[in-house]
């Protein structure tokens, strides 16, 4: 994707901040002036690899080459434009774990977020002889809620998880490694030389003790109920401190001075809820990319185990950042793009594929809202909020003769919807909102109008749709290095992110999506332990 340079000229004199935003589909480089402004930016894709039914990974070099293409191509050409690049910040998506030796090389592929081998692993250390708390030994989840405000996921979806899986598995990697890194981690040992986590990146080991922000730190006992070793773990820092300068070797390869600063940065969800300018307590942000996820900040830390939110260490040093996950949710329509309507077989013509995005959302605009009564279930990979269910798939249902394929297309972003519905019902009065009120969208899918209609017409949520929702990611993880640098206050960042648009539900299709919605969870109540079954035959037949 080329780089895209605004229309009107910079000023001379501003300050640039190489913005990194590591997701799962790839890297995007941005050069973000601290007014908020994005001068250019660019994308390169990074690829995925499916081990088995519950194995994904990627392959943490193919991260740090994509983060060069895409760098080099938004510096490239302009000596100036460098010579104003004052620091380089990540954002990257979280609950990964990359193995790495003394040398920082990667002794494996990376466990991604979607990673699921390690559940049973992970049951095993949570659990605690026959007297347990949705899968807890009762003392075992009082701690983790106590010290960290959340528990290990029992799908095995962390790096809790990861690391477990790993240890009962792989001895002789686990004996092999000098630490265990997350994708952010990574990315900053590359650029300066050291092993460092940030608060929330190191959160998901579920190892820290998070009552107080001003000195979080790693708990002995957790460690071990875990069975992890501190000495494989980095060093935690804030996501605004400057962790040194780039390496001479990074610094040659970009065309930046050495002097260039790198300050920490944040994972996903932190930086999204920056760069959407929702850094007031209770300001609602959905983001809609291969997954989705809800967040708000809030002044103290809190958990609501039945529905699996918690508030937990984010981007700003004295709040709390309270979130929902989901597994799934662009992923829905990449699945449908790429593995049923273009998929490489001999069904498929040789004719040059379009602007896949633009003509789903076309099509999705000119079917009813219901889609003719078809229910798409997005769970292609299990499900976090509000249940955390690793044998949930994904599925159609009511599908009839009359339908087309232009109802499907509409069924999938409605069936996205209905569970971000699900999600944020417990969310919100979690932080204390009202349905109805603002929530602002970010994301690759933020993008689609046709989308951010049916957000607000299924949840009954006000959908604000900022200028640039695509570059959430890398706008906060520009104000991150900003507030790192000290050119600038948290408290600024709202008036630095713009609307370009706002959803209203309405009134009209209110009650067809409220019994929808009602439908919606009845299948997954009646769905549920068909899915368990049907996993039980899988294994006894394996």
């Not at 009107?8 to 640039?16: G, I, M, T, V």
């Not at 293409?69 to 690049?85: I, K, P, S, T, W």
């Not at 990449?334 to 001999?346: C, P, V, W």
């Not at 993008?447 to 906060?476: E, F, K, L, Y």
Request: aromatic letters at 6%; hydrophobic letters at 40%; proline letters at 5%.
């Amino acid at each position: 994707m080329a780089s895209r340079p605004p229309a009107d000229a910079p000023s001379e004199n501003e300050r640039l901040v190489l913005a990194v935003d590591l997701g799962t589909s790839g890297c995007k480089c941005a050069l973000v002036g601290l007014s908020g402004r994005v001068h250019a930016w660019a994308f390169r894709p990074v690829p995925l690899y499916l081990v088995g039914e519950f194995g994904v990974e990627q392959d943490a070099d193919d991260w740090w080459r994509a983060f060069l293409g895409a760098a080099q191509e938004v510096l490239e050409g302009d000596a100036e434009r460098r010579r104003r690049v004052v620091a380089v910040c990540c954002s990257a998506f979280g609950e990964c774990t990359v193995p790495v030796d003394q040398a920082g090389r990667a002794l494996a592929r990376a466990m991604l977020w979607l990673d699921m081998r390690g559940a049973e692993s992970i049951r095993r250390r949570a659990r605690s002889g026959k007297l347990n708390v949705q899968g807890y030994g009762p003392l075992k989840l009082a701690r983790w809620l106590r010290l960290t405000g959340g528990a290990p996921s029992l799908s095995g979806k962390d790096p809790a998880g990861h690391i477990a899986w790993l240890h009962d598995h792989h001895q002789p990697l686990v004996e092999r490694t000098h630490k265990f890194l997350n994708a952010l981690d990574f990315m900053n040992l590359r650029l300066t030389g050291r092993y460092c986590a940030t608060h929330d990146s190191a959160l998901t080991t579920w190892a820290t003790d998070n009552r107080d922000l001003s000195r979080v730190r790693y708990d002995g006992k957790l460690l071990r109920l875990l069975e992890m070793d501190q000495q494989q773990l980095p060093e935690l820092v804030s996501s605004t401190e400057v962790i040194g300068h780039l390496m001479p070797a990074v610094a040659s390869a970009l065309g930046l001075a050495p002097t260039t600063k790198v300050v920490a940065g944040a994972v996903d969800n932190s930086a999204a809820a920056i760069g959407a300018g929702t850094v007031r307590d209770g300001d609602l942000h959905l983001y809609l990319g291969t997954s989705s996820w809800l967040g708000a900040h809030i002044p103290r830390k809190r958990t609501h185990l039945s529905a699996f939110i918690a508030s937990v260490p984010c981007a700003q040093k004295d709040r709390y950042l309270a979130m929902a996950m989901q597994s799934a949710a662009c992923s829905n329509l990449t699945m449908l793009r790429d593995r049923i309507l273009f998929h490489a077989d001999e069904l498929s013509g040789n004719d040059e594929r379009p602007d896949d995005y633009a003509l789903l959302d076309r099509i999705a605009d000119r079917v009813q809202p219901g889609a003719r009564g078809l229910i798409y279930l997005p769970w292609l990979q299990g499900e976090r909020t509000p249940v955390d269910d690793r044998h949930l798939r994904a599925g159609l249902l009511n599908l009839s003769l009359e339908h087309t394929r232009e109802d499907i297309i509409r069924a999938f972003l409605e069936g996205v919807a209905l569970n971000t519905r699900w999600m944020l019902e417990p969310m919100l009065r979690f932080v204390g909102s009202e349905k109805g009120s603002a929530m602002t969208i970010v994301g690759g899918g933020a993008q689609s109008q046709v989308w951010c209609q049916i957000m607000a017409d299924v949840t009954g949520m006000v959908i604000r749709q900022p200028h640039m929702p695509i570059q959430a990611n890398a706008m906060g993880a520009a104000f991150i290095a900003g507030v790192g640098l000290g050119e600038l206050s948290f408290s600024d960042v709202p008036s630095l992110c713009g609307i370009a648009r706002t959803f209203e539900p309405r009134d009209t299709v209110r009650g067809l999506y409220d019994d929808r919605f009602g439908t919606f969870k009845e299948l997954h109540r009646r769905l549920a332990p068909v899915y368990r079954k049907i996993r039980r035959q899988l294994e006894a037949t394996a």
